[in-house]
């Protein structure tokens, strides 16, 4: 059985437009797989065979809101990593299909956004792992090879 994981923090990192946040929440609404019917008129169940395409589907994230930053809302898929505190992430090509900034006064800014999958998410394998460093202005991120992979 696997380690149980308490999030102590979760950074968003959009690798072409620089469009990053810090991450309040998030829900991936799963894969989804569909399959085609493939019964004869004799058979007395319905049978099925899985397709060989998968929908990566979509992820909401309640993030932050910086008025300092634009979201990407109108640009192309990008790849986006989502760092966990532990160092460990989870990348993929994606690209914004809704943002909804909110507030009230004397509360935290929010914003919704949801985010269309374009491919495959790939997980760090365990050995490799992207530090952020938090400054006043951005997250860099660094392998642990030393090599930068988000940020200057």
């Given at each position: 059985m696997g380690n149980v994981n308490v999030s102590t923090g979760l950074y968003l990192i959009f690798t072409k437009s620089n469009f990053q946040a810090n991450i309040i929440s998030a829900k991936w609404g799963g894969i989804k797989r569909s399959a085609t019917d493939i019964t004869k008129m004799a058979q007395s169940y319905a049978q099925f065979t899985p397709v060989t395409v998968s929908d990566a589907g979509e992820i909401t994230l309640e993030i932050?809101?910086?008025?300092?930053?634009?979201?990407?809302?109108?640009?192309?898929?990008?790849?986006?990593?989502?760092?966990?505190?532990?160092?460990?992430y989870w990348k993929g090509t994606m690209f914004v299909t809704e943002y909804s900034p909110e507030g009230e006064v004397e509360q935290m800014l929010k914003s919704t956004m949801k985010l269309k999958l374009t491919g495959e998410v790939q997980a760090s394998d365990g050995t490799s792992v992207l530090q952020p460093v938090i400054n006043d202005v951005s997250v860099i991120c660094i392998n642990d090879d030393g090599t930068v992979v988000y940020g200057a």
């Open positions: 932050q809101f910086n008025p300092d930053q634009v979201p990407p809302i109108v640009s192309d898929a990008e790849d986006v990593y989502f760092v966990f505190s532990t160092g460990s």
